[in-house]
């Protein structure tokens, strides 16, 4: 289970990815995020999380693979 969220007071966005088999924490990722900034996230067919943010994109692999490359529609 994916659930992401903002955490007023500390200004942190934050991801974390949960097993529910074993009802542990896989990954836990915290950025920084003013609360009054608007952020967008959600997952994609590949396991990859997506951050839409107002200074840019984050792309955090959430999937077995360490890393692989990530291309848009245009190539």
Do not use: P
């Not at 007023?8 to 003013?34: A, C, D, P």
């Amino acid at each position: 289970m994916v659930v992401s969220f903002k955490s007023i007071g500390i200004n942190t966005f934050n991801v974390v990815v949960i097993n529910l088999e074993t009802k542990m924490i896989r990954y836990w990722h915290e950025s920084y995020q003013l609360w009054e900034s608007e952020v967008t996230g959600f997952c994609l067919k590949t396991n990859d999380f997506l951050i839409l943010q107002k200074n840019g994109i984050n792309v955090l692999v959430l999937g077995e693979k360490a890393n692989h490359e990530v291309t848009d529609v245009e190539g």
